[in-house]
């Protein structure tokens, strides 16, 4: 159970275009799902929340406005990175928090979409 | 805002040698927390959680993990690693009714057969 899946694992790209990542819960429903980037050799930083029918939360320093996030069902989370540049390329990776007692939940993660735009 | 230390980013060791990954976090109250392992090629894969009671954890693997409050540390241990076992480890800490969850900078552990 808790399996998380991101769609494409990979994708290259050309500057200027936008680029869609699907995060989904496999065997559970997510009402809220996390996006995360991860730099080489670094940890993972939080860069939004996803709260299904309702609009994302952003964490600090990201762009809501290039970094699109819609939640329009309880197993499907979709990133968009709008007009990619190539700073953008980096590795994203989703998770989905299973329900547990309250404040007691715990986070599945994705296998996450590696991003190079030229 | 939290923050998580992991210490010896890289850790070498052979096979059957006793691998101990310490984690500090910096929040006084009531946390959270999480060992992930990224074993190559794979998605983070959850090794064990504390949320309550015994302080003493034990995950898949073999790994168990101690929560010493006094000392915001939750450490993860695991008697004989195997080959198996490189990977990176991360410590994940959340605050207690937060969402969030914050990251250490991961341990890169290889093991030598």
């Known amino acids: 159970g808790a399996v998380v899946s991101q769609h494409p694992s990979w994708v290259i790209c050309k500057s200027g275009t936008s680029v869609k990542i699907e995060c989904r819960s496999l065997?559970?429903?997510?009402?809220?799902m996390f996006w995360y980037r991860q730099f080489p050799k670094q940890s993972l930083m939080l860069m939004a929340t996803?709260?299904?029918?309702?609009?994302?939360?952003?964490e600090q320093g990201v762009e809501k406005d290039k970094f699109l996030i819609n939640h329009a069902s309880l197993t499907l989370s979709t990133l968009t990175v709008t007009s990619a540049h190539p700073e953008d390329s980096s590795f994203y990776i989703c998770?989905?928090?299973?329900?547990?007692?309250?404040?007691?939940?715990?986070?599945?993660f994705g296998p996450g979409t590696r991003l190079l735009v030229l | 805002a939290q923050s998580v230390s992991q210490h010896n980013h890289h850790v070498i060791l052979s096979e059957a040698a006793s691998l101990e990954l310490g984690c500090n976090y910096s929040?006084?109250?009531?946390?959270?927390l999480f060992w992930y392992v990224q074993y190559p090629g794979q998605h983070l894969q959850l090794l064990l959680k504390?949320?309550?009671?015994?302080?003493l954890v034990k995950g898949i693997k073999g790994f168990e993990a101690e929560f010493i409050k006094s000392k915001f540390s939750f450490n993860l241990r695991k008697p004989s690693v195997q080959w198996s076992d490189t990977a990176e480890y991360f410590c994940?800490?959340?605050?207690?009714?937060?969402?969030?969850?914050?990251f250490g900078k991961g341990n890169q552990v290889v093991v030598i057969p």
């Open positions: 998770s989905a928090r299973v329900a547990g007692r309250r404040y007691q939940e715990t986070q599945y």
């Open positions: 994940a800490v959340n605050i207690y009714g937060n969402n969030r969850l914050a």
């Open positions: 065997d559970f429903q997510a009402t809220t």
């Open positions: 996803s709260n299904e029918g309702s609009k994302a939360t952003y």
């Open positions: 504390y949320f309550s009671g015994d302080p």
């Open positions: 929040y006084g109250g009531t946390v959270n």
